[in-house]
């Protein structure tokens, strides 16, 4: 299992670093962002400045990231009012672990067994972690029963009753296989967010700020994590499986947007050769057989870019910011879901314009 820790050290120009503390490939000075602290959904989810909880599929593994773990009394450190975030990844080998340790973050217990491995240090970034230490202790925390879980998805408010619920859920029943987002503990958030998402589990705390109103999460459109087939039927992890840094997502619904995305393709070829981006083809689907007939349409050589996405067409077009997809889109995305750079209906010279500038500022950084 893999461990990151982020956090700073006692001195005003140490500020808070992410670091890899365990697993394979840690680099030499074992900065290292983990991907769930880059997929902006996950950010839109949680509310990271305070306590929260998020366990998500991310491809094949199991991803935790546990926000708000503060300072105890009995910390190496001299700084207090320092807020510890751990993330694990891990296979699904270690669901059990990581229900454990989402029943300790849940109980309390977790703060003082994370910060009992984090000292101080003179040294940059100015704090040390005992990975294998940190490690060893998240191993013990090991969930009781495997049974099969409710399937039923279920939002509340963080009350100690549903928290309670919670914990003992985890602590006896399995994760679904087919879901994403399986559990969601936050403040801030409003449940319309964590239920359009397709959250298993959530629990999240409404206070009103100063004005009254509610604090909403993001507002910037981005690209979610969802699972589909593309031509060849094999299950897909998009976006963090998309093949190179930069894609061009092409996301159509009819059959006259055939027509459209192959005149893009052809303004387009040369720039997304010299610029190594790979281009996607996301056919919005009703039924295996509507996607079937689309992906006659399609050539065999492209077949693995063809994805269908049948089942998570609603938070797609949520995450888009889209009402429909009667008008033929284009994205440029990253691996995080970052969206660069965005172009509709028929292409022209305008839009071109304005994509090239995005690729040459890209390149340039």
């Known amino acids: 299992m893999e461990l990151y820790v982020r956090t700073r050290g006692d001195g005003l120009h140490q500020g808070y670093r992410w670091i890899k503390v365990a697993g394979q490939d840690i680099p030499p000075h074992r900065a290292?962002?983990?991907?769930?602290?880059?997929?902006?959904?996950?950010?839109?989810?949680?509310?990271?400045?305070?306590?929260?909880?998020?366990?998500?599929?991310t491809g094949n593994n199991l991803t935790l990231q546990i926000t708000g773990l503060a300072v105890t009394e009995h910390s190496r450190r001299q700084r207090r009012?320092?807020?510890?975030?751990?993330?694990?990844?891990?296979?699904?080998?270690?669901?059990?672990?990581?229900?454990?340790?989402?029943?300790?973050?849940?109980?309390?217990?977790l703060t003082a067994m994370v910060d009992a491995h984090i000292c101080a240090v003179a040294e940059e970034p100015g704090f040390e972690v005992d990975g294998t230490g940190l490690l060893h202790?998240?191993?013990?925390?090991?969930?009781?029963d495997n049974q099969i879980p409710e399937g039923r998805a279920w939002i509340d408010q963080d009350r100690s009753e549903?928290?309670?619920?919670?914990?003992?859920e985890l602590d006896t029943c399995m994760l679904p296989s087919q879901i994403i987002y399986l559990v969601v503990v936050t403040r801030y958030?409003?449940?319309?967010?964590?239920?359009?998402?397709?959250?298993?589990?959530?629990?999240?705390?409404?206070?009103?700020?100063?004005n009254g109103r509610v604090i909403l999460s993001s507002r910037e459109p981005f690209f979610p994590t969802i699972q589909e087939r593309n031509r060849f039927g094999e299950i897909v992890h998009l976006p963090s499986e998309f093949e190179t840094d930069l894609n061009m997502v092409m996301l159509g619904k009819h059959l006259q947007h055939r027509k459209q995305g192959q005149q893009w393709l052809d303004r387009l070829?040369?720039?997304l050769v010299r610029h190594k981006i790979q281009f996607y083809i996301l056919l919005l689907s009703a039924s295996m057989v509507e996607s079937t007939i689309k992906g006659l349409l399609t050539h065999v050589s492209i077949?693995?870019?063809?994805?269908?996405?049948?089942?998570?067409?609603?938070?797609?077009?949520?995450?888009?910011?889209?009402?429909?997809?009667d008008?033929?889109?284009?994205?440029?995305?990253?691996?995080?879901?970052?969206?660069?750079?965005?172009?509709?209906?028929?292409?022209?010279?305008?839009?071109?314009?304005?994509?090239?500038?995005?690729?040459t500022e890209q390149t340039i950084e």
Not at 33 to 39: H, K, R, S, T
Not at 137 to 144: P, V
Not at 348 to 356: A, G, V, Y
Request: glycine share 6%.
């Open 81 to 109: 009012n320092v807020q510890n975030i751990l993330v694990c990844v891990g296979t699904p080998r270690d669901e059990r672990t990581l229900r454990g340790i989402v029943i300790a973050a849940l109980t309390g217990t």
């Open 189 to 210: 958030r409003m449940p319309e967010v964590l239920n359009q998402a397709g959250v298993w589990r959530g629990l999240t705390s409404l206070p009103v700020n100063t």
């Open 303 to 325: 077949a693995r870019q063809v994805i269908f996405v049948q089942y998570n067409q609603e938070r797609v077009l949520s995450a888009l910011h889209l009402q429909d997809v």
């Open 327 to 359: 008008t033929f889109r284009l994205f440029l995305v990253n691996r995080s879901g970052h969206i660069f750079w965005q172009g509709q209906g028929e292409c022209d010279r305008t839009q071109i314009r304005q994509l090239k500038a995005i690729l």
């Open 269 to 271: 070829d040369l720039t």
């Open 162 to 168: 549903m928290r309670q619920q919670l914990i003992e």
């Open 32 to 57: 290292s962002v983990p991907l769930i602290a880059q997929l902006p959904e996950a950010s839109n989810l949680v509310y990271t400045e305070d306590f929260s909880v998020i366990l998500l599929r």
């Open 137 to 144: 202790t998240l191993s013990t925390l090991q969930a009781s």
